[in-house]
């Protein structure tokens, strides 16, 4: 098979993106997701074989255009989603073609994905963006549709075989920003020696694209975190010696 010819289902390509990676990126944003998260920002991923159908060839041909930025800022590709590893021979074709040129590579993942498909790609990856939504088993699944007990596994074999693993949490006001919930976040962070969390605020732009799309939002009452729930996020998760980073 060759991958440079392999179908990319992308719904987005966003280029200069500076908060997906380390220095300037650029996202390939590709279609489909086994989550359901009430929050989602990005419901455009929900349809398999909606997206544009492109190769690996013409994805990196685009992600080239702008080379010079990354070498002058140490960045590169993004794939992202929806879920970028959900389907295997994509994202694999992609970070083969950026390999190849010399780029450096991130994936965001929500982690739940086969371990076979982590596996295939890990050589390949520099950095992983792994998001862990909420602790709690049941609670995870009645906000995305899925348990986390295979996420929370995907992130301790990542961890164990020394991938790089920058952890990422959505904090959404009154659904997973409470004391409880930041505590067991900040418990299974130390008890795998990380001690750095990347907060993602909630917010409603996302709501368009609902609405667009003919889909009801699941969540639409909620206002994005004030400063002083950001705070309290970031003081509750220092207590446990964890250093908080807030996203844009």
């Not at 993004?78 to 994509?90: F, I, K, M, N, V």
């Not at 862990?132 to 609670?139: G, I, P, Q």
Request: with cysteine; net charge negative; hydrophobic share 45%.
């Amino acid at each position: 098979m060759q991958l440079s010819r392999t179908v990319c289902r992308v719904f987005d390509i966003q280029r200069f993106s500076i908060h997906d990676g380390p220095g300037i990126r650029t996202t390939v944003f590709l279609e489909g997701c086994a989550l359901r998260c009430a929050w989602c920002q990005n419901p455009e991923a929900f349809t398999d074989g909606a997206a544009a159908a492109l190769t690996a060839e013409a994805v990196i041909a685009e992600v080239l255009k702008d080379q010079a930025f990354y070498a002058v800022s140490e960045g590169g590709l993004t794939l992202s989603g929806g879920e970028p590893l959900l389907h295997l021979a994509p994202a694999l074709a992609l970070l083969e073609q950026a390999k190849e040129h010399g780029l450096h590579t991130c994936v965001q993942t929500s982690g739940a994905v086969p371990r076979a498909h982590l596996e295939a790609v890990l050589g390949l990856v520099d950095l992983f963006q792994l998001d862990l939504k909420h602790m709690h088993a049941d609670t995870h699944r009645s906000l995305t549709q899925v348990g986390n007990e295979r996420i929370l596994d995907n992130a301790r074999f990542l961890l164990e075989r020394r991938a790089n693993v920058q952890f990422r949490m959505p904090l959404v006001p009154s659904v997973n920003d409470d004391d409880e919930n930041l505590d067991a976040v900040a418990a299974f962070l130390a008890a795998h020696g990380v001690h750095a969390l990347r907060l993602v605020p909630y917010h409603r732009l996302y709501l368009d694209k609902y609405r667009a799309l003919g889909l009801v939002p699941p969540l639409t009452g909620l206002e994005p975190p004030s400063p002083a729930e950001l705070e309290h996020a970031r003081t509750r998760l220092g207590r446990h010696d964890v250093a908080v980073e807030v996203d844009g």
